[in-house]
């Protein structure tokens, strides 16, 4: 009755991330749109500007996961070390690509030696043009490497989505006006008897009409209608505020 999905790992890169200085927007808003592409992302870690620890967990998720996606460290500055980790990771050399070469030289009118340092990636690295993109995205197999700024993010993130796209995620929220205790049992015997559904349950505080929002989610549309049936058949009728 399972329908399987891509598994995803994200990683995401910076010291100043770790040390509280930015918060990160480019996890939680991955987290959604591959949710929304039928993808099942499965890891988020937060890691420094290390090439061992960018090396060490690109190699721990390739093979793990179907998809990778970086973000961060690839600007022209001293910590902007991803691709030497992707490099070690993968067991390529970093060159001096031809094509980014001759794009930082177009983009940057007397091209320093420093700029042109964004131009070495790991041999074998393809680029993904598409439209409204001055500058590919880079990928490696299954690694795709997108810049930490979470505007240029969404903006490299959007322009390749599509070609991710698996079959939806359906959901459904039931809002209940009880505490998750008086419901656990229930939850339990839903879950053996549909093992398949993504059940969760989530308690909302300081809403005068619900105390929990309970979550159904499943690629399979009928099976997801026939497990809320189930569930809200064991729920008291009076505690359900509304199902969506």
């Not at 990683?11 to 959604?32: F, P, T």
């Not at 030696?113 to 074998?124: I, N, W, Y």
């Not at 197999?141 to 599509?162: R, T």
Request: proline content about 5%.
């Amino acid at each position: 009755m399972s329908i399987d999905s891509k598994n995803v790992a994200a990683i995401i890169i910076g010291n100043e991330l770790l040390s509280g200085k930015i918060v990160d927007q480019n996890a939680v808003y991955l987290a959604r749109e591959l949710r929304s592409l039928g993808l099942d992302l499965q890891r988020i870690v937060i890691i420094p500007d290390d090439v061992k620890h960018i090396s060490d967990e690109i190699v721990y998720c390739r093979g793990k996961y179907d998809l990778i996606f970086t973000s961060g460290g690839v600007g022209p500055t001293h910590d902007d070390v991803t691709m030497a980790g992707i490099a070690e990771a993968v067991g390529k050399p970093l060159i001096q690509h031809p094509e980014l070469t001759r794009l930082l030289k177009e983009i940057y009118r007397g091209v320093t030696s420093t700029q042109m340092a964004m131009a070495l990636v790991p041999e074998g690295i393809e680029l993904l043009y598409t439209e409204g993109l001055r500058v590919p995205v880079l990928h490696f197999d299954e690694i795709y490497i997108l810049p930490g700024i979470p505007e240029l993010f969404v903006k490299k993130f959007e322009a390749i989505k599509e070609r991710f796209r698996e079959s939806p995620y359906y959901l459904k929220k039931i809002y209940f006006s009880n505490d998750e205790i008086t419901v656990a049992e229930d939850l339990k015997t839903t879950l053996k008897r549909f093992p398949n559904i993504l059940l969760g349950s989530y308690p909302i505080l300081h809403q005068p009409d619900y105390k929990m929002i309970i979550t159904i989610e499943s690629k399979d549309k009928i099976y997801l209608e026939e497990a809320v049936q189930s569930l809200t058949n064991l729920l008291p009728k009076q505690r359900i505020t509304k199902i969506e």
